[in-house]
Antibody
């Protein structure tokens, strides 16, 4: 069974840093592009970043460029998101998602909440 | 950036009713359009990929159609468990974008 489990969320002050992780099981994550998607409280979905199977290509949404870094460790079947210079508007539930056939997000984790507040 | 606009934003419907949700893209995206269902306090779940392909395990009452800029999600014979917010998503070009969501309330 395909499962994704995020961790690392929490309360952080503006300007602070946080590292999210996503552990994959039930499939070889090294065979798939992986993404982070976030959802601010009561709001819609926003794609944040993705990374190619071998980590050679990474893409980001404009508001996080230069502040967030996506990475993966295929040996450990894990995905990460290093978030620096956090702002109040980064407050959201962060989901990791597998990009399956046709680049649809076919599996999602349960999400981890990041709250940026003083 | 490709903007996706869903309509309606909210709909109150009765069980067994047929429901249609539309998603319009700001430019042609071929068939690179996917639909998700999100229930309160849950993560989104894929329903339809590539405009019209049902994802594994999704009930047959859910179907999708369209191409280019106009797409439709149809629920034939609504059930109480379908109360949720539905999102469309394009993977034609980066950044990937989502529609604003359509909330379905069951009367």
């Amino acid at each position: 069974e395909v499962q994704l489990a995020e961790s690392g969320g929490g309360l952080v002050q503006p300007g602070g840093s946080l590292r999210l992780s996503c552990e994959a099981s039930g499939f070889m994550s090294s065979s798939y592009w992986m993404s982070w998607v976030r959802q601010a409280p009561g709001k819609g979905l926003e794609w944040v970043a993705n990374i190619k199977q071998d980590g050679s290509e990474k893409y980001y949404v404009d508001p996080v460029k230069g502040r967030f870094t996506i990475s993966r460790d295929n040996a450990k079947n894990s995905l990460h998101l290093q978030m620096n210079s956090l702002r109040a508007e980064d407050t959201a539930v962060y989901y990791c998602a597998r990009e399956g056939n046709r680049k649809a997000f076919d599996y999602w984790g349960q999400g981890t909440l990041v709250t940026v507040s003083s | 950036e490709i903007v996706l606009t869903q309509s309606p934003d909210f709909q109150s419907v009765t069980p067994k009713e047929k429901v249609t949700i539309t998603c319009r893209a700001s430019q042609s995206i071929g068939s690179s359009l996917h639909w998700y269902q999100q229930k309160p306090d849950q993560s989104p779940k894929l329903l339809i990929k590539y405009a019209s392909q049902s994802f594994s395990g999704v009930p047959s009452r859910f179907s999708g159609s369209g191409s280019g800029t106009d797409f439709t999600l149809t629920i034939n014979g609504l059930e109480a468990e379908d109360a949720a917010t539905y999102f469309c998503h394009q993977s034609s070009s980066l950044p990937y974008t989502f529609g604003q969501g359509t909330k379905l309330e069951i009367k």
